[in-house]
């Protein structure tokens, strides 16, 4: 049993007496997702009182005891696939990379391949081993659905130089968003610190208290009437849906964002209901991670790139110039 955590419950008291299996395992374990649980005794990792449990709906008994066995996880060592990907530069140590939207960074729950790190590992062969198994050479990410410039590592002297000018906030990082509403004031800075969200675990948010200092610089490029505006976002420091959460904190979420972004929409008469239906189901966020400043960890050189806006983002901000 040394390849499974277990996890032991109380007796079940009268409180808990005909409660469904999976729920009464969720109550005592809530670090274990419902779900999880639900697989884990369909497995037949669910042991009460020496008989494996084979039903999420049985009914436990006052003076009963479980024993869940969830089995470690094995993590996979990602295999090399063809996976087109745009090279914007590469050398021995580093090699950066204009991600397209939709293509996931490294290998994690759910996602077991065709992502980024596969893709480079079929270009560049080597990657630093420091970012484990699923990620290697990976020293920052973006979002699947956001695309835009990344740089990986390629030994493991670069990747420790690269996370140590991203812990430094020396990277330089700008970013175009298309946002619903124009901000007021039209420039400005977004701070607070950035958690997971206590009413929902799967979202970050500005919280009060914990979390990690956040802070993103704004400036309004181009704004479309009052409905929508294209922003330019430098990030000072780097958390998880920063500027998604940034900007949704100062009232102007992404368009096509459908995690912060619930209810947003051009709904004002005297538009196109074309240009309307084109800019609400828009199929992903609107961000772009358009340039990428650091100094090289071998030479010293100051280097810097930048990509165009792609394809759908292209057609999204000709849209919004017509309303």
Not at 285 to 302: K, N, Y
């Amino acid at each position: 049993m040394s390849d499974y955590r277990i996890y032991n419950t109380p007796m079940v008291n009268k409180d808990f007496k005909g409660w469904r299996a999976d729920k009464f395992l969720s109550a005592c374990f809530p670090e274990i997702s419902r779900s999880q649980i639900q697989r884990l005794i369909s497995d037949g990792n669910v042991v009460c009182d020496d008989v494996t449990i084979g039903d999420n709906a049985y009914k436990v008994k006052e003076g009963e005891s479980f024993v869940l066995s969830i089995p470690e996880a094995v993590e996979a060592e990602p295999l090399p696939q063809d996976i087109p990907v745009d090279i914007l530069y590469q050398d021995e140590d580093i090699v950066v990379v204009n991600k397209p939207a939709g293509l996931v960074v490294h290998p994690g729950a759910g996602v077991a391949d065709g992502t980024l790190v596969n893709a480079l590992l079929y270009k560049c062969h080597d990657l630093s081993g420091i970012g484990g198994v699923r990620r290697p050479g990976i020293v920052h990410r973006i979002d699947k659905e956001t695309s835009g410039i990344l740089v990986a590592a390629k030994n493991d002297n670069a990747h420790k130089n690269l996370c140590a000018q991203f812990a430094e906030h020396s990277i330089e990082r700008t970013y175009f968003a298309f946002v619903f509403g124009v901000p007021n004031p039209i420039n400005g800075t977004v701070e607070g610190n950035i958690g997971r969200s206590p009413y929902d675990r799967k979202k970050m948010a500005v919280i009060a208290k914990g979390g990690k200092p956040a802070v993103t610089h704004y400036q309004t490029v181009e704004n479309y009437k009052t409905f929508a505006a294209e922003v330019r976002c430098r990030l000072e420091t780097g958390r998880t849906h920063q500027i998604r959460v940034h900007l949704t904190k100062i009232g102007h979420s992404l368009i096509g964002d459908k995690v912060y972004g619930t209810g947003k929409k051009i709904t004002a008469k005297g538009i196109d209901d074309c240009i309307k239906g084109q800019v609400n189901n828009f199929p992903r966020q609107a961000l772009h991670a358009q340039s990428l400043g650091f100094i090289h960890p071998r030479t010293g050189e100051r280097l810097f790139f930048e990509t165009p806006l792609p394809e759908d983002l292209d057609g999204l901000q000709a849209v919004l110039r017509q309303i």
